[in-house]
């Protein structure tokens, strides 16, 4: 059972910048691997970026040299550093979590969801 939590969307102008965070419950966060998805109205899910129970990382060719992925244990919090924002960038983005995972590029591979934070990017 995880729980998760999204926080930190917002309203920015192109090229600016936003973290986002996700919070998760439980004792077992450091053997989940993490992903950041996005989605847009009428859209379907996108996969953003993910990072691995044991610390490796991936990214969506789409915000690859832009955001970071990054996560700290100690807090059972994932964060999405978002630079060189673009309005294309424009969605809902959810977190989710894979027990044991592999990096997982598609919605199927993960087992838990937050909520959601609207991320809008302004021209």
């Known amino acids: 059972q995880v729980q998760l939590v999204e926080s930190g969307g917002g309203l920015v102008q192109a090229g600016g910048s936003l973290r986002l965070s996700c919070a998760a419950s439980g004792r077992a966060f450091s053997s989940y691997t993490m992903g950041w998805f996005r989605q847009a109205p009428g859209k379907a899910r996108e996969f953003v970026a993910a990072?691995?129970?044991?610390?490796?990382?991936t990214y969506a060719d789409s915000v690859k040299g832009r955001f970071t992925i990054s996560r700290d244990n100690a807090k059972n919090t994932v964060y999405l550093q978002m630079n060189s924002l673009k309005p294309e960038d424009t969605s809902v983005y959810y977190c989710a979590a894979r027990y044991l995972g592999g990096y997982g590029v598609s919605t199927n591979n993960y087992n838990y969801w937050g909520q959601g934070t609207q991320v809008t990017v302004s021209s």
């Open positions: 990072i691995m129970w044991n610390g490796g990382n």
